[in-house]
C-alpha cells in the first residue's frame, strides 16, 4: 500500500510562485502532478520517473519545473508565473515498482487570484 502526503497549496496572486511538495512510502517508480477543476477532466502537469526522466504538460513547460529527491521519496512542483487559469486541486500520483496500480493522494488546492 502506497501513501501519499500532499503540501504547499494556497492562495498566490497571478504571476506569483508556489511549490508543491508529494512525499511517498514505499519503492515508487512514476509520480506525477494532476490537477483537476469541477465539471472537467482530471490532466496531466507533470511527471518524472525514478531514473529522472520527465514529461511536462504544454500548459505548464517553461513555468513549472518537477523534481524528485529518491532519498527522501518525495517530488516537488515549482510552479512560477502562476495564471488564473492554474486554479485547481492539485493531485500526486505514484506508481510502485513492479506494480501496475496507480495511487493518489487527497489534493492539494491551489488558487490563483488577485
Known amino acids: 500500500q502506497v501513501q501519499l502526503v500532499e503540501s504547499g497549496g494556497g492562495l498566490v496572486q497571478p504571476g506569483g510562485s508556489l511549490t508543491l511538495s508529494c512525499a511517498a512510502s514505499g519503492m515508487i517508480y512514476l509520480m506525477g502532478w494532476y490537477r483537476q477543476t469541477p465539471g472537467k477532466q482530471r490532466e496531466l502537469v507533470a511527471s518524472i520517473t525514478s531514473g529522472g526522466t520527465a514529461v511536462v504538460a504544454d500548459s505548464a513547460e517553461d513555468r513549472f519545473t518537477i523534481s524528485r529527491d529518491n532519498a527522501k521519496n518525495t517530488m516537488y512542483l515549482q510552479m512560477n508565473s502562476l495564471k488564473p487559469e492554474d486554479t485547481a486541486l492539485y493531485y500526486c500520483?505514484?506508481?510502485?515498482?513492479?506494480?501496475?496500480?496507480?495511487?493518489w493522494g487527497q489534493g492539494t488546492q491551489v488558487t490563483v487570484s488577485a
Open positions: 500520483g505514484a506508481r510502485p515498482k513492479l506494480s501496475p496500480k496507480y495511487y
